[in-house]
Antibody, heavy 121, light 107 residues
Framework: QVQLVQSGAEVKKPGASVKVSCKAS????????MHWVRQAPGQGLEWMGW????????NYAQKFQGRVTMTRDTSISTAYMELSRLRSDDTAVYFC??????????????WGQGTLVTVSS | DIQMTQSPSSLSASVGDRVTITCRAS??????LNWYQQKPGKAPKLLIY???SLQSGVPSRFSGSGSGTDFTLTISSLQPEDFATYYC?????????FGQGTKVEIK
């Protein structure tokens, strides 16, 4: 079955960077866009951007431009999201989510289990 | 950016009740509207895509309708496992945006 497994929780200091991984299985990794969505504690869902695992091309929400980088390693079917210059309000659970369709449709299924990133001095 | 507004923000209902959640877009999004269910400590789960198409494995008591700017998620007979938070999301144009969520609680 299609599955996304993310890396474990991270604790970072303000100003540091974090890199979260998302390992895909059960489908052709390069055939589907991968999205990243975050959720601050007790808050709603916020889309951060997507990566095309086939080409490596990525597109980021304006809010994160300049601070986020999405990459992939096709040899191990893994997508990465790196967020730099962390602030306390970046404390959130970060999810990867595959696009339901084999193009950039913007419908997310399935999702990874989430990675809690805590930013604290 | 397209703003998505859900109502109500929360509701209390009993098992067996019919529940309706509304989602309004700040501009027309045709039928590019998806619904997700999220339980505490879990990732969201796709329920309905393209306004009214039921994702595989989702019970038929869930249904969606609407077009343009106004959309509805209906649970025909609420079950104990349906107590969760529901989010709408538009896939009309980037940045993809979500509603703020509707928490369905036990009465």
């Amino acid at each position: 079955q299609v599955q996304l497994v993310q890396s474990g929780a991270e604790v970072k200091k303000p100003g540091a960077s974090v890199k979260v991984s998302c390992k895909a299985s059960g489908y052709t990794f390069t055939g589907y866009y991968m999205h990243w969505v975050r959720q601050a504690p007790g808050q709603g869902l916020e889309w951060m951007g997507w990566i095309n695992p086939n080409t490596g091309g990525a597109n980021y929400a304006q809010k994160f431009q300049g601070r986020v980088t999405m990459t992939r390693d096709t040899s191990i079917s893994t997508a990465y999201m790196e967020l730099s210059r962390l602030r306390s309000d970046d404390t959130a659970v970060y999810f990867c989510a595959r696009d339901r369709y084999n193009w950039n449709y913007g419908c997310f299924d399935p999702w990874g289990q989430g990675t809690l990133v805590t930013v604290s001095s | 950016d397209i703003q998505m507004t859900q109502s109500p923000s929360s509701l209390s209902a009993s098992v067996g009740d019919r529940v309706t959640i509304t989602c309004r877009a700040s501009q027309s999004i045709s039928s590019y509207l998806n619904w997700y269910q999220q339980k505490p400590g879990k990732a969201p789960k796709l329920l309905i895509y393209e306004t009214s198409s039921l994702q595989s494995g989702v019970p038929s008591r869930f249904s969606g309708s609407g077009s343009g700017t106004d959309f509805t998620l209906t649970i025909s007979s609420l079950q104990p496992e349906d107590f969760a938070t529901y989010y709408c999301q538009q896939s009309y144009s980037t940045p993809w945006t979500f509603g703020q969520g509707t928490k369905v609680e036990i009465k």
